[in-house]
């Protein structure tokens, strides 16, 4: 599968997941999740997806911008976008800072995540 087609959702919402999933599975993505810092780890020792969706808050209280910096460093070019309930100019300076390129608040539909992606790539 084309890294480009290839998407990472980490986020620990497993109905919310499961939902970003199904709909970026129908538009011809290839899927992988993790709800936390170890999948990731885990997930990016047997593949480099071209693109992650990553979720502010984990959970036990994990920073999905640890996360950011973790997929970052795996891959620079990797396209990551961050989705938050919890929005603030503070936050959203810190995840671009770390690798992220672009900063959504939740809910987020795929159209609005698709055309972040868009936007990164100049498409």
Request: hydrophobic share 45%; glycine share 6%.
């Amino acid at each position: 599968m084309d890294a480009e087609r290839e998407l990472l959702i980490v986020e620990d919402d497993e109905a919310f997941a499961r939902t970003l999933q199904r709909s970026f599975e129908r538009r011809g993505w290839r899927v992988l999740r993790a709800a936390d810092l170890e999948q990731v780890r885990q997930q990016l020792a047997t593949s480099s997806p071209g693109h992650a969706v990553v979720d502010l808050k984990l959970a036990g209280g994990a920073s999905g911008l640890n996360c950011v910096q973790l997929l970052h460093e795996h891959d620079p070019q990797l396209v990551i976008v961050v989705l938050t309930g919890y929005a603030s100019i503070a936050t959203a300076v810190e995840a671009i800072k770390l690798g992220a390129r672009h900063y959504l608040a939740k809910p987020a539909n795929t159209d609005e995540i698709e055309a972040a992606f868009a936007r990164v790539e100049g498409d």
